[in-house]
């Protein structure tokens, strides 16, 4: 996939040969035609950019890359009877590009909800036939966005500016050069939009007891990128598609009500001034103990905070080095916990933020998991390298920022709760939390796209679900929960190389199938070792950097000796789907009849585990829930300390054949139906009732894409054979899976249903956006 072009030759063709050339071009498109796997292995130097000293064939940042930076000082205020921001900031911009810059950008996300904004505009309705109160409902008179009051230098003289939606170009008063520096001031406020009305990313909460639990983002007007790919990344903020952002150190002071606490990005500089000397002595417990979460502020404390509403002001003041963005949560409901996390020997805080209606659940596990989402991401990736990493509680929700995510995942008011609230509120966890890997510090472009963090986040948030619990209900990685998408109708179906805006059913294509496509790489097309050595080096390559789809491609490629291109080009340029079929099997013994397979055992009692699980099981794997009984509850299946290790041979329990002349040769059929090449992983189960499983790499099909014969020999004679007995490749249709044909296809039917009884599905909860 490096891209090695040679030099296009340009030769002038005589007319008189013209009707030739003609002939020859519309011959050479029907059979391309006849033929639409004729470009499954072709390699993707067309469709990816040309290496260069920014970005190289490699993968790897090139000798010249380069990355802008923002440093912001900012001061906001919360008023809590307006539910209003007031702030104002001063960003020194320096510019590290090659290029003079005569203006800049800056992004002005609350506009959005600006009357008339991307919000309005872009949404769509129709009227409602018996209930107009409905149609009415899709309209509203909020007056939100952001009212600029101040754009100025930093010795105040005003900034000539144009507003364009959620975008600001500032004029320069004269280019920016290559080093260079600029400092200058906004001023801003905007209403903050009350999440159970209008959703929304950020917002405030009510509570029936007259309180506000605010999630504040996106609160201050943000620097776009500027880079060697895009230039300026200002693609406007209509919903969908999230934010690209520079790095950079902040100092953010927030005023609030005395009352409030308040969880944010960074570190507390002054805590001596917001916190009691309970909580700190309490905080400073914490910092020592690795075990369990100490309680810093407890619920009965939290539930006398919020009888009271403090007339007085408390400025707390955060500063962080070399992050992205910036957010904060604020309420006097906050009960607030903490304990310490060895990430490589360095100290890391996981902490967590909830008010009483999230209890007994938040007490419980959030911060538990949250320290085991850092470490598990840190062996997969990079050591988590920030300070802390928090949790805050807020209904309906699932977003993130730096050290700092809001989930939902709240019980019911008497502290009963569903399975299916547990799990929704442990993955909205892990996945939130591992936001700050994917993309705060490996910084894609999630406004071009959203894959590059939502997909790779979600497939190492499966990894680290099943290293919280074996059992754990995912929804998304494994490859059997991906078919149904897949088989689907091809007009709702939109390739992974996607713009974030454009894609349909979002979920499934920027969340579901890039995770399937990764675990699926990892289980079977390139193995675990090799592919976790190469994404462990993509991850370290490109760690407070902003990496492309190409960067990522060329990187696995490159550390592994692995050619991808069939795969990336089938699974993320492409919509067709896995679907093998097995169509004969005969076989020829020593004394020279060919015969086909008949009948003899019932296929129906094969029973499916995918591949994932029965490694994990054969390693020795134990989950978190397995090891300790502080992480199980009253869902979680007992007895834990006596199941037996489940027995797996990744090449089956036949003995090696041994010597001798008497061969019993197999000959075997597979048709691409679906049109996806995938490695042949086959079973064959002996008279003896051993079985033998062989694993073919993809290059099986180089011959021919559409079918494919292969010949095997064993000392002993197959009964029958099964395709894909792990459910690894994401195969739609497993009907014609085993030879014999199976008479039913009840053990993958049951493997489904049992996987569907525990999930909750993984629903983000971000209600503004699709299937998230």
Wanted: aromatic letters at 12%; one cysteine or more; hydrophobic letters at 35%.
């Amino acid at each position: 996939m490096k891209n090695c072009r040679s030099k296009a030759v340009v030769q002038v063709v005589a007319p008189s040969k013209l009707w030739v050339l003609g002939a020859l071009l519309m011959w050479s498109a029907h059979t391309m035609a006849q033929v639409p796997g004729h470009e499954r292995w072709k390699q993707l130097d067309a469709e990816l950019p040309t290496p260069n000293a920014y970005r190289t064939a490699s993968g790897a940042p090139g000798h010249e890359y380069y990355q802008q930076k923002a440093d912001y000082e900012i001061r906001v205020s919360l008023d809590e009877s307006k539910h209003r921001i007031d702030g104002s900031e001063r960003i020194r911009y320096t510019n590290n590009s090659p290029d003079n810059l005569s203006y800049l950008w800056v992004q002005l996300d609350q506009n959005m909800r600006a009357p008339d904004g991307w919000q309005d505009i872009a949404r769509t309705g129709t009227l409602s036939k018996d209930k107009p109160e409905r149609t009415a409902g899709q309209f509203d008179d909020f007056q939100g966005g952001f009212r600029l009051t101040k754009v100025a230098d930093k010795k105040g003289k005003p900034l000539p500016y144009t507003v364009n939606q959620t975008m600001m170009r500032i004029d320069l008063p004269e280019p920016l050069e290559p080093g260079g520096s600029f400092e200058f001031d906004i001023d801003w406020n905007y209403l903050i939009n009350n999440r159970f009305e209008m959703g929304g990313r950020s917002g405030y909460e009510p509570f029936e007891d007259g309180n506000a639990l605010y999630t504040i983002a996106q609160f201050f007007p943000r620097m776009a990128v500027y880079n060697d790919t895009y230039g300026w990344q200002n693609k406007q903020f209509i919903g969908s598609g999230e934010f690209a952002l520079p790095f950079g150190d902040y100092k953010v002071s927030i005023e609030v009500p005395a009352d409030h606490l308040v969880a944010a990005t960074g570190t507390l500089v002054n805590p001596k001034k917001v916190l009691s000397k309970e909580e700190q002595k309490r905080y400073a417990e914490a910092e020592q103990n690795t075990d369990a979460p100490v309680l810093i502020r407890t619920e009965f404390e939290a539930r006398l905070a919020e009888i009271g509403r403090s007339a007085e002001r408390k400025t707390w003041v955060f500063v962080a080095e070399n992050v992205r963005d910036f957010a904060f949560a604020s309420s006097r409901k906050f009960i607030w916990d903490a304990m310490a996390v060895d990430i490589g020997g360095k100290r890391v805080m996981a902490m967590s933020y909830y008010p009483k209606e999230g209890n007994p659940l938040w007490e419980q596990y959030s911060t538990r998991v949250v320290a085991h989402t850092i470490k598990t991401y840190s062996k997969y990736t990079i050591d988590y390298p920030y300070e802390k990493a928090i949790s805050v509680h807020a209904a309906n929700i699932g977003m993130e920022y730096p050290m700092i995510c809001f989930n939902g995942g709240r019980p019911e008011k008497d502290g009963t709760y569903s399975a299916a609230t547990k799990y929704g509120m442990l993955t909205v966890i892990i996945h939130e939390v591992g936001h700050n890997f994917f993309p705060m510090i490996i910084n894609s472009d999630e406004r071009q796209w959203t894959w590059m963090d939502e997909g790779l986040n979600t497939f190492v948030q499966y990894l680290t679900e099943k290293e919280w619990d074996l059992e754990y209900p995912s929804v998304r990685g494994p490859a059997p929960n991906i078919f149904n998408y897949m088989k689907g109708d091809p007009a709702w179906l939109t390739p992974i190389m996607t713009n974030s805006e454009s894609i349909l059913q979002f979920g499934n294509n920027a969340y579901g199938k890039p995770a399937t496509a990764l675990n699926i790489l990892r289980e079977t097309v390139m193995g675990r070792e090799l592919f976790d050595f190469a994404f462990k080096t993509y991850c370290e390559r490109w760690a407070f950097k902003h990496p492309t789809p190409a960067d990522l491609f060329r990187t696995l490629e490159d550390a592994s000796a692995v050619d991808l291109d069939w795969f990336w080009r089938a699974w993320f340029y492409g919509i067709e789907p896995v679907n093998h079929a097995l169509v004969s099997v005969r076989f020829q013994s020593a004394s020279g009849g060919i015969d086909s397979l008949v009948q003899t055992t019932d296929s129906a009692d094969l029973e499916y585990r995918y591949i994932s699980d029965l490694r994990n099981r054969a390693a020795g794997m134990k989950g978190l829930v397995q090891r300790d009984p502080r992480y199980r509850d009253f869902y979680n299946a007992e007895p834990f300390g006596n199941q037996s290790v489940e027995v797996f041979s990744e090449t089956g329990s036949a003995p090696a054949d041994g010597t001798g002349t008497d061969w019993e040769y197999v000959e075997v059929r597979v048709d691409n139906v679906g049109g996806i090449m995938m490695p042949w992983i086959l079973r064959f189960r002996f008279e003896d009732g051993t079985d033998r499983i062989v694993r073919i790499p993809v290059e099986v099909w180089l011959g021919s894409e559409d079918s494919v014969t292969k010949l095997f020999r064993f000392r002993k004679r197959p009964v029958s054979v099964e395709w894909d007995p792990f459910l690894e490749t994401a195969d739609i249709d497993v009907s014609d899976h085993s030879w014999p044909p199976a008479k039913s296809e009840s053990a993958f039917e049951e493997y489904l249903r049992k996987g569907k009884e525990g999930r909750s599905g993984e629903n983000r909860m971000k209600s503004n956006a699709p299937s998230r």
